[in-house]
């Protein structure tokens, strides 16, 4: 089995590593720094450096490979799984770009391809879970709280993005939108801010980003769903101060003859001070509530970078659910075809099972308990 893997960067890297030790695995990236790094880890990974954003290009090049995992930046991702679905591929991916991938739908279905999307942690895992739990009951809120953190904590902006910084800053300006009492509420993203407190990581603040995604729709009828982000205290009111000053704007500006992009430039500037360390001790904390039938159902989610393979935490939450249901594709247990948010394959129990099990076999746990 050939499993070709576009995109070669830190989650990219870790689902190549995972899947190595049962395929053959080709990486795909522009970048010649990425795929060093990944061929320093491992030698048995054949690595080609490509131009992702030549989409005419993929039915040569990805003809050969029987799966496909798309790891690209949100900006290009929609493009890069419509490409991929035209090459007649099933594909998993977690490119989490803000178009509505289910527009993709008829497209596969026309292909005969399965391509499952939004499949990290949250979007992902969120979504997984409720798509089991919403077949076993009638839930009447479901609420998702998320992030990602170094663990030492350094100023002003105390984070780093194992992610492009400009998918993470898209994630400050877009809308966001939850539904309460049935209707879908959209406020600024970064408002509505808590403090809260978690045992493990101490106090963190939580608020509003359009985290939802494909859940607004194909769960419509729960009355209330909202997910929001976990930050270190003080995040927000930085974040707030570029937006103000106009630093995140989309709209191109003239400097000194230049047509010049705010937010591309800022997502330059935050670059290396937002760049995870090799081996930077991380985590991932994330808790799910869902509420119906007089029960409240509860996950948590705590995960740290792992020394002994030097894979972060978030690379592996995300990465490890991407090559679970990769692995639970090739193993026949999903056969639908057409364009799957995870919500929609969690629905089948055996689905669910499989890949709680998967992540359990390399030491990430979500944790249940019901009152």
């Known amino acids: 089995m050939q499993i070709a893997i576009l995109g070669a960067g830190m989650v990219g890297r870790a689902m190549a590593i995972d899947l190595s030790k049962k395929y053959q695995v080709t990486s795909f990236?522009?970048?010649?720094?990425?795929?060093?790094?990944?061929?320093?880890?491992?030698?048995?990974?054949?690595?080609?450096?490509?131009?992702?954003?030549?989409?005419?290009?993929?039915?040569?090049?990805?003809?050969?490979?029987?799966?496909?995992i798309t790891a690209?930046?949100?900006?290009?991702?929609?493009?890069?799984?419509?490409?991929?679905?035209n090459a007649k591929k099933n594909v998993v991916d977690i490119s989490f770009f803000p178009e509505d991938a289910l527009q993709l739908t008829e497209l596969a279905k026309k292909n005969n391809v399965t391509a499952i999307v939004d499949c990290g942690v949250a979007p992902g895992m969120s979504n997984l879970i409720l798509g089991y739990h919403n077949e076993k009951m009638k839930i009447d809120s479901f609420e998702c709280m998320v992030g990602g953190l170094p663990k030492k904590r350094t100023q002003p902006f105390e984070y780093k993005a194992p992610f492009s910084p400009i998918d993470v800053l898209e994630e400050y300006t877009r809308p966001?939108?939850?539904?309460?009492?049935?209707?879908?509420?959209?406020?600024p993203a970064l408002s509505d801010a808590e403090f809260i407190d978690f045992n493990k990581v101490g106090t963190l603040e939580s608020f509003?980003?359009?985290?939802?995604?494909?859940?607004?729709?194909?769960?419509?009828?729960?009355?209330?769903?909202?997910?929001k982000t976990l930050r270190y205290p003080g995040h927000i009111n930085l974040m707030k101060s570029l937006i103000k000053a106009g630093f995140l704007n989309t709209e191109a500006i003239q400097y000194k003859g230049q047509s010049i992009s705010p937010l591309g430039f800022t997502s330059a500037l935050l670059f290396d001070q937002w760049?995870?360390?090799?081996?930077?001790?991380?985590?991932?904390?994330?808790?799910?509530?869902?509420?119906?039938?007089?029960?409240?159902?509860?996950?948590?989610?705590?995960?740290?970078?792992?020394?002994?393979?030097?894979?972060s935490s978030m690379s592996r939450t995300t990465g490890y659910t991407c090559t679970a249901a990769l692995?639970?594709?090739?193993?026949?247990?999903?056969?639908?075809?057409?364009?799957?948010?995870?919500?929609?394959?969690g629905k089948y129990a055996p689905c669910f099972e499989y890949i709680i099990k998967y992540l359990q076999e390399r030491n990430i746990h979500y944790v249940k308990t019901e009152s």
């Open 29 to 68: 990236d522009l970048s010649k720094e990425s795929l060093q790094m990944l061929s320093n880890k491992n030698k048995s990974i054949t690595t080609v450096q490509a131009d992702l954003s030549d989409y005419a290009n993929y039915p040569a090049l990805l003809a050969k490979y029987d799966y496909v």
């Open 72 to 85: 690209v930046p949100g900006f290009m991702g929609y493009k890069t799984l419509e490409a991929v679905i």
């Open 176 to 187: 966001a939108r939850y539904v309460e009492n049935s209707c879908i509420v959209t406020k």
């Open 208 to 227: 509003n980003t359009d985290g939802l995604r494909s859940i607004l729709f194909t769960m419509g009828h729960i009355p209330n769903m909202k997910e």
């Open 275 to 311: 760049k995870l360390g090799a081996t930077e001790a991380e985590f991932t904390l994330m808790t799910i509530e869902i509420k119906g039938e007089g029960k409240t159902i509860h996950y948590e989610l705590y995960d740290e970078y792992d020394a002994v393979t030097e894979t």
């Open 327 to 345: 692995n639970m594709l090739m193993e026949n247990l999903f056969k639908e075809k057409g364009v799957f948010p995870p919500e929609l394959v």
